[in-house]
Structures are given as structure tokens and as C-alpha cells.
């Protein structure tokens, strides 16, 4: 598993309609945030996609996902630094692939709290 409820379980108090909530704006987001920083890294429009990749951090972060937030945080750190923005690219490609693994996981968490 990709993502842990657990601390969102514990911040809510186990409310079921906040945790469904959250997934659902998840969902709703997180494909549209991807497809807009996609535009974003290809025109290397870096102000950007360091937008887009803090807020993926943090939404990946509400739901447990730490392998997404890891990668977000990493791209957002290079662009804040100055650094190496050639890895930027290869990393966004292995954060896409994740986030697309853990969609269909907060899909099938989210049957949980219908």
C-alpha cells in the first residue's frame, strides 16, 4: 500500500464524511495538479512547477502518501535551490507513475467510507 490513513484517521477523530471528504478532493485534484505541472516541467516553467509540486506535497502528505511526497518535496527543494533542474524530469516521470498507483488505491479506500 501506497497510502496510510491512519494519521488522517487520528486528526479527524475517525469522522468518515471528513476522511471521504479529503479522498474525494484527492481525486478531483490530483489528476488535474499532474497534467498542469506536466505542461509546467515541459515549458521548464520552474515558478510553476515548484507551485504545483509543493502542493502535491502537501496533499500527498494529508493522505499518508509519503513516497509521492518524498518526490514532490525533492523537485521542489532543487528548484528552490538552484540545483540540478535536469533531474526534475526523470523524477516528476517516477512521481506520475506513483500517484497513479495510489489513485487507484484512494479509490478503493474511498468504498470504505461511502
Same mark, same amino acid.
Given at each position: 500500500?501506497?497510502?496510510?490513513?491512519?494519521?488522517?484517521?487520528?486528526?479527524?477523530?475517525?469522522?468518515?464524511?471528513?476522511?471521504?471528504?479529503?479522498?474525494?478532493?484527492?481525486?478531483?485534484?490530483?489528476?488535474?495538479?499532474?497534467?498542469?505541472?506536466?505542461?509546467?516541467?515541459?515549458?521548464?516553467?520552474?515558478?510553476?512547477?515548484?507551485?504545483?509540486?509543493?502542493?502535491?506535497?502537501? *496533499?500527498?502528505?494529508?493522505?499518508? !502518501?509519503? @513516497?509521492?511526497?518524498?518526490?514532490?518535496?525533492?523537485?521542489?527543494?532543487?528548484? =528552490?535551490? /538552484?540545483?540540478?533542474? *535536469?533531474?526534475?524530469?526523470?523524477? !516528476?516521470? @517516477?512521481?506520475?507513475?506513483?500517484?497513479?498507483?495510489?489513485?487507484?488505491?484512494? =479509490?478503493? /479506500?474511498?468504498?470504505?467510507?461511502?
Amino acid at each position: 500500500m501506497l497510502i496510510n490513513l491512519d494519521n488522517l484517521k487520528v486528526l479527524s477523530r475517525h469522522n468518515h464524511s471528513f476522511i471521504r471528504e479529503i479522498l474525494e478532493v484527492y481525486l478531483m485534484n490530483t489528476p488535474k495538479d499532474l497534467l498542469k505541472m506536466r505542461e509546467s516541467v515541459d515549458a521548464q516553467d520552474w515558478p510553476v512547477v515548484r507551485y504545483f509540486a509543493h502542493k502535491l506535497k502537501s *496533499s500527498s502528505f494529508t493522505i499518508g !502518501f509519503i @513516497e509521492g511526497h518524498r518526490r514532490f518535496q525533492l523537485i521542489e527543494q532543487i528548484i =528552490k535551490n /538552484e540545483g540540478d533542474m *535536469s533531474q526534475i524530469v526523470p523524477m !516528476f516521470d @517516477e512521481a506520475i507513475l506513483l500517484c497513479d498507483e495510489c489513485i487507484t488505491e484512494v =479509490k478503493l /479506500e474511498l468504498t470504505k467510507y461511502i
